[in-house]
Antibody
Framework: EVQLLQSGGGFIQPGGSLTLSCAAS????????MSWVRQAPGKGLEWVCY????????TCADSVKGRFTISRDNSKNTLYLQMNSLRAEDTALYFC??????????????WGQGTMVTVSS | DIVMTQSPDSLAVSLGERATINCRSS????????????LTWYQQKPGQPPKLLIY???TRGSGVPDRFSGSASGTDFTLTISSLQTEDVAVYYC?????????FGQGTKVEIK
């Protein structure tokens, strides 16, 4: 079964750091681009970062650029999101999502279950 | 950035009736390379991650019932549920993957009248 299992997240003070993980199974992880998408409480979806299947071209939205870093370890079938200098506006449910190709200009066909990040003093 | 605007924000439809959701992109998402619209639709039910419904504007995802269909006309896109079922109550999002940053519409909430 194709599956993305997320871990990490939690409650963190402003300015703090957190790392999210997304463990993939049921498909050849290195062959597919991956993204992080977030959803603030009661709000819509916002794309955060993406990385190609081989690990090239990590790219993040302007709202998190310079603070968040996306990476992947294809030997461990795991995607990461390193979040630094967290702000209250980063509070959201974070999803990892698989693209339909290694390049990334595709729909997200598989999503993780989501992990909540709450930034508050 | 490409802005995706959905309408309406919410709609209530009787069981078995048609539901239509619109999405407009602020610029083209049609590739001249492959003549495909880089537009997808997702369904999100409460407490669940989004689920892929339609990609390339009109191709149904795996296992998606054929009452769901997508269409395109220029920068206007439509998701149609031909006969609304109870399990279709959800929020629906369009998204463009034509260029970064990939952007979503604000969502349309579908309820039973």
């Amino acid at each position: 079964e194709v599956q993305l299992l997320q871990s990490g997240g939690g409650f963190i003070q402003p300015g703090g750091s957190l790392t999210l993980s997304c463990a993939a199974s049921g498909f050849t992880f290195s062959g597919y681009a991956m993204s992080w998408v977030r959803q603030a409480p009661g709000k819509g979806l916002e794309w955060v970062c993406y990385i190609r299947g081989g690990g090239a071209h990590p790219t993040c939205a302007d709202s998190v650029k310079g603070r968040f870093t996306i990476s992947r370890d294809n030997s461990k079938n795991t995607l990461y999101l390193q979040m630094n200098s967290l702000r209250a506006e980063d509070t959201a449910l974070y999803f990892c999502a698989k693209s339909e190709s290694g390049y990334g200009n595709d729909a997200f066909d598989i999503w993780g279950q989501g992990t909540m990040v709450t930034v508050s003093s | 950035d490409i802005v995706m605007t959905q309408s309406p924000d919410s709609l209530a439809v009787s069981l078995g009736e048609r539901a239509t959701i619109n999405c407009r992109s602020s610029q083209t998402v049609l590739s001249s390379f492959n003549n495909k619209n880089y537009l997808t639709w997702y369904q999100q039910k409460p407490g669940q991650p989004p689920k892929l419904l339609i990609y390339w504007a009109s191709t149904r995802g795996s296992g998606v019932p054929d009452r769901f269909s997508g269409s395109a006309s220029g920068t206007d896109f439509t998701l149609t549920i031909s006969s609304l079922q109870t399990e279709d109550v959800a929020v629906y999002y369009c998204q463009q993957y034509y260029e970064l940053p990939w952007t979503f519409g604000q969502g349309t909430k579908v309820e039973i009248k």
